[in-house]
């Protein structure tokens, strides 16, 4: 079992949609959870993180995290043209390691 | 303030040629790593510096060589080149073990044939 799943999509909604993206995770020890944004032929860019459980809000986007199923989510309300990009998640364990571990990345087109 | 910059953008090598990737960060960050990005596949570290003359191994590290002999500069090289080096390698930064926000260059895509 991989350590972080992701399903690659692609996805593909028209504009407005609400858009869910997903995560699980095998390791229980990870307590970051982070959503990274990578635009086509550039490098990913942090877009939101969480620690431990819950949920966080932030514009048009919302991140949740549900460690009793090992399962995180981002959500973009009211999509738009400019939020295609591929979602790649990260996880993290607190204190001690330097490394993320990435899932593989979901690609979304959001037609106008 | 460039961030985290990469050379080159792309490279073709043929089988058995040696490079170097360049990547300077100006941030002043102590945490600098390598990764390379197969289509569909995610981001795999390839190895990772916490300081000037420290790295470690990553997840992927055979083929590949690091130094880091300043804080901004974290040279990536790859000995006799295989075929199955072919992706688009990013370099990062990060300031401290605790942070979780990473800071990506532009990427090299190198096709080796």
């Known amino acids: 079992q991989k350590e972080v799943e992701q399903d690659p999509g692609p996805l593909s909604v028209p504009e407005g949609a609400i858009v869910s993206l997903n995560c699980t995770y095998s390791?229980?020890?990870?307590?970051?959870f982070m959503w990274y944004r990578q635009y086509s032929r550039k490098g990913p860019e942090l877009l939101m993180y969480?620690?431990?459980?819950g949920n966080k809000e932030d514009g048009r986007f919302t991140a949740q995290v549900d460690k009793s199923s090992k399962y995180i989510s981002l959500f973009i309300r009211d999509s738009q043209p400019s939020d295609s990009a591929t979602y790649l998640c990260a996880m993290r364990t607190q204190g001690g390691s330097e490394k993320l571990v990435f899932g593989k990345g979901t690609k979304l087109t959001v037609n106008p | 303030n460039a961030g985290v910059t990469q050379t080159p953008k792309f490279r073709i090598l043929k089988i058995g040629q040696s490079m170097t990737l360049q990547c300077t960060q100006d941030m002043n960050h102590n945490y600098m790593y390598w990764y390379r990005q197969d289509p569909g596949m995610g981001l795999k570290l390839i190895y990772y510096s916490v300081g000037a003359g420290i790295t470690d191994k990553g997840e992927v590290p055979n083929g590949y060589n690091v130094s880091r002999s300043t804080t901004e500069d974290f040279p990536l090289r790859l000995e006799l080149a295989a075929p199955s080096q072919t992706s688009v390698y990013f370099c990062?930064?990060?300031?401290?073990?605790?942070?979780?926000?990473?800071?990506f260059g532009p990427g090299t895509r190198l096709t080796v044939t």
């Open positions: 990062a930064s990060s300031l401290t073990s605790g942070s979780f926000e990473q800071y």
């Open positions: 969480t620690y431990s459980s």
């Open positions: 390791n229980s020890a990870f307590q970051y």
